[in-house]
């Protein structure tokens, strides 16, 4: 299919040009002249594309070849033929905020983005380990428990929704904090503004945590690790033609199908 949509855009007198998505990291060049970026495959795919495009400000255009499709925009059968309505300008620009985390361990500093979420989690171990929190520097509280999930709104329907956190419309700017499994019933997920700065410390004793970004980028953590998390200054532009609505349709029939 990848083929057949590059005799698309060059028949309209557009360049193009194809790219595995395990050699995507390698791509930065041909990025840095593109406008629009195609994306055959499932979440798991755009979310490695929106962190390479977004600091680029190039949108997306997925097409669905995995199995929820939460962020795709086309199904195979029908790329093909609505492509060049897209390629006309009949679309409208769908922005959605991301995350950059900052990680503190071991006297290193390396920063993270993400458009699902950021985790802190225990490592290997079947033990619980303790998260000290802090919201816009005030001390907010210590949860006991496998880990924790900061979430944006597009990543509510993925980890943060498995672990019992509640369901973001896309467009919302803020993000949702959600407990992995924790020790005290009384620790429940907690929605944030927009501009909240998260600073999370991880205490695992010698099992030793990890932090994921998008579950795809990790790296494990000593004990004592210091993570801040705040609103990205980029987002991720996806091309839409189907309403806001759809993604009531799509979460509607992901939630019917789990229940089976």
Same mark, same amino acid.
């Given at each position: 299919?990848?083929?057949?949509?590059?005799?698309?855009?060059?028949?309209?007198?557009?360049?193009?040009?194809?790219?595995?998505?395990?050699?995507?990291?390698?791509?930065?060049?041909?990025?840095?002249?593109?406008?629009?970026?195609?994306?055959?495959?499932?979440?798991?795919?755009?979310?490695?594309?929106?962190?390479?495009?977004?600091?680029?400000?190039?949108?997306?255009?997925?097409?669905?070849?995995?199995?929820?499709?939460?962020?795709?925009?086309?199904?195979?059968?029908?790329?093909?033929?609505?492509?060049?309505?897209?390629?006309?300008?009949?679309?409208?620009?769908?922005?959605?905020?991301?995350?950059?985390?900052?990680?503190?361990?071991?006297?290193? &500093?390396?920063?993270?983005?993400?458009?699902?979420?950021?985790? *802190?989690? =225990?490592? /290997?171990?079947?033990?619980?380990? $303790? @998260?000290?929190?802090?919201?816009?520097?005030?001390?907010?509280?210590?949860?006991?428990?496998?880990?924790?999930?900061?979430?944006?709104?597009?990543?509510?329907?993925?980890?943060?929704?498995?672990?019992?956190?509640?369901?973001?419309?896309?467009?919302?700017?803020?993000?949702?904090?959600?407990?992995?499994?924790?020790?005290?019933?009384?620790?429940?997920?907690?929605?944030?503004?927009?501009?909240?700065?998260?600073?999370?410390?991880?205490?695992?004793?010698?099992?030793?945590?990890?932090?994921?970004?998008?579950?795809?980028?990790?790296?494990?953590?000593?004990?004592?690790?210091?993570? &801040?998390?705040?609103?990205?200054?980029?987002?991720?532009?996806? *091309?839409? =033609?189907? /309403?806001?609505?759809?993604?009531? $349709? @799509?979460?509607?029939?992901?939630?019917?199908?789990?229940?089976?």
């Amino acid at each position: 299919m990848a083929r057949e949509l590059v005799k698309i855009l060059t028949a309209q007198h557009h360049s193009a040009w194809l790219s595995p998505a395990p050699q995507v990291s390698n791509i930065q060049e041909q990025l840095e002249e593109s406008d629009l970026v195609l994306v055959l495959g499932g979440d798991g795919t755009i979310l490695h594309a929106a962190r390479l495009c977004a600091p680029l400000g190039i949108p997306l255009l997925g097409i669905n070849f995995g199995r929820v499709g939460f962020l795709t925009e086309l199904e195979p059968g029908e790329a093909v033929a609505k492509l060049p309505l897209y390629l006309d300008g009949d679309y409208w620009l769908d922005e959605r905020a991301m995350l950059t985390a900052t990680l503190e361990h071991n006297e290193h &500093t390396e920063e993270f983005l993400a458009l699902n979420d950021i985790v *802190l989690v =225990r490592g /290997p171990l079947p033990r619980i380990v $303790q @998260i000290k929190i802090w919201v816009d520097g005030y001390y907010y509280n210590t949860t006991v428990a496998d880990g924790m999930i900061l979430s944006t709104a597009t990543g509510s329907t993925a980890y943060n929704l498995a672990a019992g956190g509640p369901i973001l419309h896309p467009q919302v700017k803020g993000s949702v904090l959600t407990p992995i499994a924790p020790h005290l019933v009384a620790d429940r997920s907690l929605i944030l503004d927009p501009g909240a700065t998260v600073r999370m410390q991880i205490f695992t004793g010698p099992q030793g945590g990890v932090l994921s970004a998008d579950g795809q980028i990790n790296r494990e953590l000593a004990d004592g690790a210091v993570v &801040t998390v705040t609103n990205s200054r980029y987002v991720t532009r996806f *091309l839409r =033609r189907r /309403p806001p609505t759809h993604f009531y $349709q @799509i979460l509607n029939a992901k939630l019917k199908e789990d229940d089976r």
